[in-house]
C-alpha cells in the first residue's frame, strides 16, 4: 500500500460517495481504517470539521452526564 499503516481517510458521507464501488476501494486502499457512516470508526454525518477528539470526547461526557442524572 502506498499510505503508512497509521494513516486514516475520512470521508465526508456525500450519498454519492458511500456507493459499492467507493466502499471497495475504501477496504482495498485503507483497509480497516476509513472514517465513515457503517465503517470501522465512526463518525457524524457531513462533519468533516469535527476533530475525532471532540467526537468521542463529546460522546463519552454525554453518556457520562446522562448516566448522573
Known amino acids: 500500500s502506498q499510505f503508512p499503516e497509521g494513516v486514516f481517510f475520512q470521508q465526508d458521507d456525500a450519498p454519492p ?3 459499492n464501488i467507493d466502499r471497495e476501494f475504501l477496504d482495498t486502499t485503507f483497509p ?38
Not at 40 to 51: E, G, H, L, Q
Open 32 to 69: 480497516q481504517r476509513w472514517i465513515v457512516r457503517g465503517a470501522v470508526m465512526a463518525w457524524p454525518p457531513r462533519s468533516p470539521d469535527i476533530k475525532p477528539l471532540y467526537f468521542y470526547l463529546w460522546g463519552y461526557v454525554n453518556v457520562s452526564t446522562t448516566l448522573i442524572l
Open 17 to 19: 460517495h458511500y456507493g
